[in-house]
């Protein structure tokens, strides 16, 4: 009923430059919060960023300065600008929502922690 689709990951050189996007489609009312998180190889998950429905916004260390979350509500899209990439950004970059209320045979339903398939970004000389 919900799907979560990123795109804008790739191949970039250290010290570029990314945007990823995260579009939530389905018959959806609001989504709290909207976020990011990564896993590289052999790593645990991680958070990124997360960005509420009022544009309160959390950052992991290695992000602050560097990369910006944005969300536009009207198109229930989420954003990770991500600059001054290093090599060890490289990873595949999760969207994540939670608090989802969308409509599915005429009534409201909820979703929680509802995550998107991944998009890989790799930085590499």
Known sequence: QVQLVESGGGLVQPGGS???SCAASGRISSINTMGWYRQA???QRELVATITSGSNTNYADFAKGRFT???DNAKNTGYLQMSSLKF???AVYYCYADRIVYWSGGYPRYE???WG???QVT???
């Open 88 to 90: 060890e950004d490289t």
């Open 117 to 119: 398939q991944g998009t």
């Open 69 to 71: 979350i944005s969300r």
């Open 18 to 20: 990314l945007r990823l």
């Open 41 to 43: 190889p052999g790593k």
């Open 112 to 114: 929680n922690d509802y």
């Open 123 to 125: 930085v590499s000389s």
